[in-house]
């Protein structure tokens, strides 16, 4: 039988052991509670599609970072302070993977153009609609905006109507290749945004277009 | 003046009504469309927490919310793209895009979590329209593809 003396002495022992055991390590005393949490925030820069970054201005306080180069990144950590660091490829999966994952395809832009003062596409462009039709297929919750355009050939009037019908040509051989109406916007620009600039009443093919925007 | 300002007031009024309950693309006054939704995703809108699916439209002063296994992306009426991965809010504070000009601002924060962006026609418009904010930072954008997380250390 053990008595209730023994008892205690036993349980001193343990926590005896215990300290000494906590002895043995560093012992981390728990911060002040800070005024602010502590962040831990990370923002880098990724390369675009031709490999190279535009840039991204980083304002805490008063501090400012400009990230430029790809993989260029900034920290917030627990000092609250604005630090530059280069960000190993190896930590953007790990931390955005999933992240980068979820973004939605780049939209896409197409340019059809159209024969002289008409709403008849070229026999080019007619082709063209195959793989249009392809891409507006492979998306999911697809937009389709439609803009028309002329070139400077006759009064303005006359172009923005022109244009606008041109759109809705392009709108209707979309629904023609089974593409739901109630996914497509369109417009007419007229003579106002020229692929290649020209003095007025020039002929010019190339500005007589619909530019098809899938997203 | 008073009568254009109340031309374009009675024609925004007609395109509103003229765009109410249908699937169209992006107009004035959505900011852009969800794309992507994956595992538990929420739109919270005035209060309500609705469900998020590939296909709804977002608008200003939405917040997109997931949860431990969820992620959402989204395509703006720039073109722009934003995505956010798991247990993370963004808030939609203000979107403002002239299809015709490329005029105007986009301006969300990331309260938590994890976000991926692609700038689109705003920022290459004018430098400084799009802006991401965190709870510690401002991100000012020029063209250009980037990542955020933001959160408490633990």
Not at chain 1, 127 to 145: H, L, T
């Given at each position: 039988?053990?008595?209730?003396?023994?008892?205690?002495?036993?349980?001193?022992?343990?926590?005896?052991?215990?300290?000494?055991?906590?002895?043995?390590r560093?012992v981390?005393?728990a911060?002040?509670?800070?005024?602010?949490?502590?962040?831990?925030?990370?923002?880098?820069?990724?390369?675009?599609?031709?490999?190279?970054?535009?840039?991204?201005?980083?304002?805490?306080?008063?501090?400012?970072?400009?990230?430029?180069?790809?993989?260029?990144?900034a920290?917030?950590?627990?000092r609250?302070?604005?630090?530059?660091?280069?960000?190993?490829?190896?930590?953007?999966?790990?931390?955005?993977?999933?992240?980068l994952?979820?973004?939605?395809?780049?939209?896409?832009?197409?340019?059809?153009?159209?024969?002289?003062s008409?709403?008849?596409?070229?026999?080019e462009?007619r082709?063209?609609?195959?793989?249009?039709?392809?891409?507006?297929?492979?998306?999911?919750?697809?937009?389709?905006?439609v803009?028309?355009?002329?070139?400077?050939?006759?009064?303005?009037?006359?172009n923005?109507?022109l244009?606008?019908?041109?759109?809705?040509?392009?709108?209707?051989?979309?629904?023609?290749?089974?593409?739901?109406?109630?996914?497509?916007?369109?417009?007419?620009?007229?003579?106002?945004?020229?692929?290649?600039?020209?003095?007025?009443?020039?002929?010019?093919?190339?500005?007589?277009?619909?530019?098809?925007?899938?997203? | 003046?008073?009568s254009?300002?109340?031309?374009?007031?009675v024609?925004?009024?007609?395109?509103?009504?003229a765009?109410?309950?249908?699937?169209?693309?992006?107009?004035?006054?959505?900011?852009?469309?969800?794309?992507?939704?994956?595992?538990?995703?929420?739109?919270?809108?005035?209060?309500?927490?609705?469900?998020?699916r590939?296909?709804?439209?977002?608008?200003?002063?939405?917040?997109?919310?997931?949860?431990?296994?969820?992620?959402?992306?989204?395509?703006?009426?720039?073109?722009?793209?934003?995505?956010i991965?798991?247990?993370?809010?963004?808030?939609?504070?203000?979107?403002?895009?002239?299809?015709?000009?490329?005029?105007?601002?986009?301006?969300?924060?990331?309260?938590k979590?994890?976000?991926?962006?692609?700038?689109?026609?705003?920022?290459?418009?004018?430098?400084?329209?799009?802006?991401?904010?965190t709870?510690?930072?401002?991100?000012?954008?020029r063209?250009?593809?980037?990542?955020?997380?933001t959160?408490?250390?633990?």
């Open positions: 039988m053990i008595s209730h003396h023994a008892t205690r002495g036993l349980l001193l022992l343990f926590a005896g052991a215990l300290l000494a055991g906590c002895a043995a560093p981390v005393m911060p002040p509670p800070p005024v602010v949490s502590p962040r831990d925030d990370l923002f880098v820069v990724l390369p675009g599609p031709d490999g190279k970054a535009g840039a991204v201005t980083v304002t805490h306080g008063g501090e400012r970072l400009v990230l430029d180069q790809p993989y260029a990144g920290r917030i950590r627990e609250g302070r604005l630090e530059a660091a280069r960000v190993p490829e190896s930590e953007v999966r790990d931390v955005f993977g999933e992240t994952g979820a973004l939605p395809p780049r939209p896409v832009s197409f340019t059809v153009f159209f024969e002289f008409r709403d008849e596409l070229t026999a462009s082709d063209a609609f195959r793989e249009i039709s392809a891409e507006i297929a492979r998306r999911p919750a697809v937009e389709i905006i803009i028309g355009h002329t070139d400077r050939v006759g009064p303005l009037e006359h923005d109507a244009s606008l019908q041109r759109a809705a040509r392009v709108r209707r051989s979309l629904v023609e290749a089974g593409v739901a109406a109630d996914r497509i916007e369109i417009a007419g620009r007229g003579e106002r945004e020229p692929l290649v600039p020209t003095g007025d009443e020039v002929p010019e093919p190339r500005n007589r277009r619909v530019e098809i925007t899938v997203r | 003046m008073v254009r300002s109340w031309t374009a007031a024609a925004a009024i007609a395109l509103a009504l765009t109410l309950g249908t699937t169209a693309p992006v107009l004035a006054g959505d900011a852009g469309m969800i794309k992507v939704a994956t595992g538990e995703a929420w739109i919270v809108r005035a209060g309500a927490r609705l469900p998020a590939v296909g709804d439209k977002v608008q200003t002063s939405d917040v997109i919310a997931t949860g431990a296994k969820g992620a959402v992306g989204i395509t703006f009426a720039d073109d722009s793209r934003l995505s991965g798991p247990n993370s809010v963004l808030a939609i504070d203000r979107f403002v895009f002239d299809s015709t000009t490329h005029a105007g601002a986009s301006e969300t924060s990331l309260r979590g994890t976000l991926a962006a692609v700038s689109g026609r705003l920022a290459r418009q004018s430098p400084g329209a799009m802006k991401v904010k709870p510690a930072a401002t991100l000012g954008v063209g250009t593809e980037f990542l955020i997380r959160g408490e250390a633990d």
